[in-house]
């Protein structure tokens, strides 16, 4: 993975930033998130912050992982939590 790592472009955080989407009504009920509890780069407790910083209530899944881990070495169990989320959006 690491010989594939590109240089970050700053424009994404220089530029001003569209209205997101988990705040259109559209897809109230069917907001989710899947949690990586072993995330050294944005922690348990900042992922939760964040979902609890919108207002609106989430289908929350935790998969014991780091920040890459769902989609390199755990994409079955990725899948698995997808499919459970989509099974409970109304």
């Known amino acids: 993975m690491v010989t594939e790592?590109?240089?970050?472009?700053?424009l994404p955080f220089t530029s001003p930033q569209p209205h997101p989407a988990w705040a259109d009504e559209t897809f109230q009920g069917r907001?989710?998130?899947?949690?990586?509890?072993?995330?050294?780069?944005?922690?348990?407790e900042a992922q939760f912050g964040m979902m609890a910083a919108t207002q609106k209530?989430?289908?929350v899944k935790?998969?014991?992982s780091s920040?890459?881990?769902?989609f390199l070495n755990q994409i079955d169990e990725t899948l698995r939590l997808t499919r459970e989320i989509v099974d409970q959006f109304s």
């Open 31 to 44: 907001l989710a998130f899947i949690v990586t509890t072993n995330d050294r780069a944005v922690p348990k």
């Open 67 to 70: 920040h890459c881990g769902p």
């Open 57 to 59: 209530p989430w289908i």
């Open 5 to 10: 790592l590109k240089p970050h472009a700053t």
């Open 62 to 64: 935790e998969i014991a």
